[in-house]
């Protein structure tokens, strides 16, 4: 069962987050409203996921994200501003989806998050990949790095154009698993922690770009 933690300091919508939660089979671990008791908690229940407003009192969500390395974060916020979207992501938030959001979109998303997607409404996908292509800067001259396999390129290549890994499953005629395990390996070999940080390798890389 995956654990689920809610961060959001407006009580009656925090309540019926859990609630859906709940209600289609996750372990809410736990709610709480501010950032400091976030950290605090998280670190005693170590949920899987984490359901994190942007806005809360005593601190940014983009802070919290960045204080709970290697937890999987979907930010759940009333902004769809560009500086947030970012922000959030560059401190390691996995997806980002609006509160207009449906509950069935919701709870999509939670369970793709949990599989190691990055999930984000629509259009805020290519809004991310667009800013690392702007960040990214063609490397002149660097030591050979580590060699990836053909599929393990060609999964990475697929990741940077912004597929989830179910698409990229159906796409190359593999299973979910298969893709998370090519995605894994890769992580390992580039000594890199997350999706956010693999995409932006890849676009340094010119791999988002068709050969």
Request: hydrophobic share 45%.
């Amino acid at each position: 069962m995956v654990r689920v933690m809610v961060v959001d300091d407006h009580p009656m919508w925090r309540d019926a987050v859990a609630r859906d939660l709940t209600e289609a089979g996750y372990e809410v671990v736990a709610t709480v409203g501010e950032g400091r008791q976030a950290l605090r908690v998280a670190q005693a229940v170590r949920p899987d996921v984490v359901v994190l407003d942007l806005h809360l009192p005593d601190m940014s969500g983009a802070q919290v994200a960045g204080g709970l390395p290697g937890v999987k974060i979907l930010v759940l916020s009333a902004s769809a501003e560009q500086e947030d979207v970012l922000e959030a992501v560059k401190a390691g938030a996995a997806g980002y989806l609006v509160k207009s959001a449906g509950r069935e979109e919701f709870l999509d998303a939670v369970a793709r998050t949990a599989a190691g997607d990055a999930v984000f409404t629509p259009g805020l996908a290519g809004l991310v990949l667009g800013e690392y292509r702007r960040l990214a800067t063609r490397p002149q001259a660097q030591p050979e790095g580590p060699r990836l396999t053909d599929r393990e390129t060609e999964v990475l290549r697929l990741v940077a154009k912004g597929l989830s890994y179910r698409q990229i499953a159906d796409r190359l005629g593999l299973s979910h698993r298969t893709v998370q395990n090519h995605v894994q390996n890769t992580l390992n070999k580039l000594q890199l922690h997350n999706r956010v940080e693999l995409v932006r390798y890849a676009i340094e890389q010119g791999l988002d770009e068709d050969p």
